[in-house]
């Protein structure tokens, strides 16, 4: 519901300054460029470590573990030792 009233406000800002001022679409390349960034760096996340177990993608869910140790500045390899309570219930 928060982002449905977030966008109807967008939106209601859009028109109030489509129909005050001449000068709305200055006011608009900010929110275009940062939904660009946004949709950019949504197309480039992982799952979720979290769903990835829960489907049973152990591997891929170590390869997003690994992608976070590298980002914090932490030894990746030492996700390899990683044994997943589902995974050990599966053997």
Known sequence: MWFFAEAFMFMFCCYYFMAISKYWIPLMIPNIVLTTIGLIFLYNMPESPRFLVSTHKFEKARQ??????????KDPD??????FHEEHLNE
């Open 64 to 73: 997003v573990f690994k992608l976070m140790a590298r980002w914090n500045g």
């Open 78 to 83: 030492l996700v390899d030792t990683f044994v």
